[in-house]
């Protein structure tokens, strides 16, 4: 019997739909390659087939990697359903009364959140679930208007539209702050004003991809004189006396810093937690997401001295 004129069912391999299932979620086929212990060609190749054997295409190549379709989205929702049956009787069979999360969970989120908010949400999550591993990326970018890559974000301000499910999950504040070197070296300033008079400490501007986080929406004509497009080296310039650093109270504050015109510079900024679509009902991606408000809501004097 010629392949088209099978049933449908019979075209398709549930161990093609785990593959789909990997690079929906890390959006590359390496990484999906690396996931599953195969060779990135066999992911390829297993893609293909499944496309084949639906007749419709579920990737898309995009600028940050690859993402479903609208048929590879309802299928990966089908997939995961199926997956989470297969762990449901694993556990069955393993005699425990409490179900265990499995699968990879991938977050994307802020340095400076992410390291310090994030891994321990995650690591709380990791520890009552040994099964599920946990992935974090750290970069300071806006969302993807065509999200993959992962399957929880964390990014500074208010998303644009996008196919994602998006939430407030805190605002955070960040300040003016300056080592005790470079103050009784160089003095505070007095004012915004005798800022200009200091060289400061932020972002790279022409690298800076998160609007909300532009210096002259906060600080008009006030220029960078050290620039990182990492946040944990901007703290250590302020550390070192580099100059004033505009920076998380969150970080500033375990270095030792000192808060400077705290009165006239009180800089409070959105975090917004967004969810790809075919992820949402994932139990392991709830657990992170429940894990990530927790944590936020516990440390809230951190985030808004």
């Known amino acids: 019997m010629p392949p088209s004129s099978r049933p449908l069912g019979d075209r398709l391999r549930a161990d093609d739909l785990r593959h789909l299932l990997a690079v929906a979620r890390t959006g590359r086929l390496v990484s999906a390659a690396d996931a599953l212990g195969v060779d990135h060609t066999t992911v390829s190749r297993r893609i293909a087939a499944l496309e084949k054997g639906l007749g419709v295409r579920l990737l898309e190549r995009g600028t940050e990697g690859w993402a479903l379709t609208d048929a590879g989205k309802a299928v990966c929702e089908s997939a995961q359903e199926i997956e989470d049956a297969l762990a449901r009787a694993v556990d069955a069979v393993s005699g425990q009364d409490a179900p265990s999360l499995h699968g990879t969970v991938r977050v994307s989120a802020p340095d400076g959140f992410g390291t310090v908010f994030a891994t321990p949400a995650l690591t709380r999550v990791r520890r009552r679930h040994p099964r599920l591993q946990a992935e974090l990326i750290t970069a300071t970018r806006q969302l993807p208007l065509r999200p993959a890559g992962f399957d929880l974000a964390v990014t500074i301000g208010r998303p644009p539209r996008s196919r994602l499910v998006t939430e407030h999950l805190t605002d955070y504040a960040l300040g003016l702050y300056a080592g005790e070197e470079y103050l009784a070296r160089r003095g505070a300033p007095g004012t915004v004003g005798e ?46 006396g580099a100059g004033v650093g505009v920076l998380p109270a969150f970080l500033a504050e375990r270095a030792g810093l000192r808060r400077l015109l705290a009165e006239e510079v009180d800089i409070l900024l ?36």
């Open 270 to 305: 959105p975090i917004t937690l967004a969810v790809r679509r075919e992820a949402v009902t994932r139990p392991a991606v709830r657990a992170v997401r429940d894990a990530l408000h927790q944590e936020v809501a516990d440390r809230a004097g951190e985030l808004l001295p």
């Open 195 to 240: 800022l200009r008079e200091h060289p400061l400490v932020f972002y790279i501007e022409s690298m800076l991809q998160v609007g909300d986080l532009d210096i002259e929406r906060h600080l008009p004509g006030v220029t960078t004189a050290f620039s990182s497009t990492n946040v944990f080296a901007q703290v250590e310039a302020t550390r070192l």
